[in-house]
């Protein structure tokens, strides 16, 4: 299971740090990303970072702003998110699958995660 946290609002500009808690898994071999989806939108890959293996792969769109890091200890994934624009603004959803399926550019796609967690609203003002 997936848990994300961490949504809020904020003015543009400003950052924003979402967490992804994941149970029931071997953590260190699970390769963890982040989605996001604006209303009237598709579903949009945002970042994602495997586990033992290492790597990750970000949207060109967040590169420079957004930075995905995790912590083995605590089974939980981190989305930084600086210089926020209200672009950004969507349900942000974090997805998790096993390492072994993805190589670093197939991270980006959404049918090859297993397990999704709840959506954490993300809002930027102008």
């Known amino acids: 299971q997936l848990q994300a946290s961490g949504g809020g609002s904020v003015q543009a500009g400003g950052s924003l740090r979402l967490s992804c808690v994941a149970s029931g898994v071997t953590f260190n071999r699970y390769a963890v990303g982040w989605f996001r989806q604006a209303p009237g939108t598709e579903r949009e890959f945002v970042s994602a970072?495997?586990?033992?293996?290492?790597?990750?792969w970000t949207n060109d769109s967040v590169k420079g702003r957004f930075t995905i890091s995790r912590d083995n200890t605590k089974n939980t994934v981190y989305l930084q998110m600086n210089s926020l624009k209200p672009e950004d603004t969507a349900v942000y959803y974090c997805?998790?699958?096993?390492?072994?399926?993805?190589?670093?550019?197939?991270?980006?796609?959404?049918?090859?995660?297993?397990?999704w967690g709840q959506g954490t609203q993300v809002t930027v003002s102008s």
């Open positions: 997805a998790g699958g096993e390492e072994r399926k993805f190589i670093l550019p197939s991270l980006g796609l959404a049918r090859l995660y297993d397990s």
């Open positions: 970072i495997r586990g033992s293996r290492g790597g990750t």
